[in-house]
């Protein structure tokens, strides 16, 4: 059973500026909640004792908000002083963590799927990043993955803006600690996707699992708004 988890807590939320304002992204309202709650409770339901937030953009307020400890779990902060990307606020989260998978969660969405099952798997093909999935109707807003034999990972697309059904990286990663710090260098900014698993794919054993479970990701008003209505019976 995993025990550590990273969130990247530290989006700007540029889109739901809007509806908004003064927050980092997953801080945003829910049902008079933070987002982040939500996770965080996902989270303990899984058995997860250690979530290390990758914060930066009004990083007082996440820290001002959830202290040391939410519900059991401990809380840790990794500060950017300046902006990292993904993969860069993932290798300075990771400074502060010691076990040897580390379960990397996206914080602006929602991915319900069976955490021990992922680390089972993940476990069990020897791989060094899994990658949990979920085929959408409408991937314009996202990047999209090809998947060869055996679950491998062969192709990370760029988003092009169409609108079209596609397989995309769902934001629920397991990452082998050691391998990624070895693989990545301190305090430079960059993509976990594009700069990390797209050129580096030939050199990574790096699988991705597809699963049908709820999928929200609020960085737009149309979604943020669906999750006001959907989580009034969340289930953790």
Known sequence: MMKEAIILAGGFGTRLQEVIKDVPKPMAPINSKPFLDY?????????IKRVVLSVGYLSDLVIAHYGKNFEGIEIIYSIEQEPL?????IRLAMEQCYTKDILVLN????FD????K?????GSWNSDCTLSLREVDNASRYGTIKLGDMSI???FREKDGVEKQGIISAGVYIIDRAFYLKKTLAQ??????KDFFETRINEINIFGFTYEGYFIDIGIPE??????HDFKTFKY
């Open 85 to 89: 990307g993904t993969g860069g606020g």
């Open 118 to 122: 992922l680390y089972q798997i993940h």
């Open 223 to 228: 979604d943020y708004k669906q999750a006001q």
């Open 188 to 193: 430079q900014p960059f993509s976990i996707e």
């Open 39 to 47: 996770l965080l409770k996902y989270l303990a339901h899984y058995g």
């Open 113 to 116: 799927i069976d955490l021990n």
């Open 153 to 155: 990972i062969k192709a």
């Open 107 to 110: 914080g602006d969405s929602f």
